[in-house]
């Protein structure tokens, strides 16, 4: 006499079959933080362009003096065409060789102090620069990113206040009466010749 035999699978055992192994979840999860490196690295970069897009001054990224990324404000400040630098050994292009040993102290020193070089530009032309340098994450490595302001029109407000100061200088020199300049306490902090001339030098000395 035949006898059936019925099974009856265990649906807990069947689930433990669709679920990952170890190695599996160790994997996605290697998976995912790539993923997510990419995306934060992408983000970064993104927010750098952005930001360096907007801003008035120049900004470049250089990673052993090869330049990596800069707006357009960097471009036109040298005179380059974008592609004429990007990927390239730039610094060696755009400042004065004496100013490339200042450059490499900065950047070993890790100073994020403003300090003044020589640039130059595409034509030739050399030009007061300051550079200021900043951290910052950009494609997944901390990269110095560097703010250049060029100080020629600076320069030249400097130099036409001190031509403007030496001019005014000779007008009181030469001036015949009485000039001098008193302080809060009484003290004359300035006499021209003429003053000198008839009532002695009154320099830091009270005058009422």
């Given at each position: 006499m035949a006898t059936d035999v019925f099974t009856e699978s265990d649906p807990?055992?069947?689930?433990?079959?669709?679920?990952?192994?170890?190695?599996?979840?160790?994997?996605?999860?290697v998976e995912l933080e790539?993923?997510?490196?990419?995306?934060?690295?992408?983000?970064?970069?993104?927010?750098?362009?952005?930001?360096?897009?907007l801003s008035f001054e120049a900004i470049a990224i250089h990673e052993d003096g090869v330049l990596l990324e800069a707006n357009k404000q960097y471009f036109r400040m040298f005179g380059y065409e974008r592609d004429?630098?990007?990927?390239?050994?730039?610094?060696?292009k755009t400042v004065a060789p004496e100013s490339l040993a200042k450059i490499?102290?900065?950047?070993?020193?890790?100073?994020?102090?403003?300090?003044?070089?020589?640039g130059i530009r595409k034509d030739g032309t050399r030009f007061p620069l300051e550079i200021q340098a900043r951290y910052t994450e950009y494609k997944g490595k901390r990269r110095r990113v560097g703010v250049l302001r060029?100080?020629?029109?600076?320069?030249k407000l400097e130099n036409s206040?001190?031509?403007?100061?030496?001019?005014?200088?000779?007008?009181?020199?030469?001036?015949?009466?009485?000039i001098y300049l008193q302080a809060p306490d009484y003290s004359v902090r300035y006499a021209n010749p003429?003053?000198?001339?008839?009532?002695?030098?009154?320099?830091?000395?009270p005058c009422y």
């Open positions: 807990g055992r069947d689930e433990m079959k669709d679920q990952p192994t170890i190695e599996e979840l160790q994997s996605r999860i790539k993923e997510n490196s990419t995306l934060r690295a992408t983000a970064s970069e993104n927010h750098f362009e952005v930001m360096a897009e004429e630098l990007i990927g390239k050994q730039a610094i060696t490499k102290r900065q950047v070993k020193s890790g100073s994020t102090s403003a300090y003044e070089i020589v060029d100080l020629s029109e600076r320069r206040l001190i031509i403007e100061q030496r001019r005014m200088e000779m007008l009181l020199e030469a001036f015949p009466g009485f003429y003053f000198i001339e008839h009532y002695g030098q009154p320099k830091d000395k």
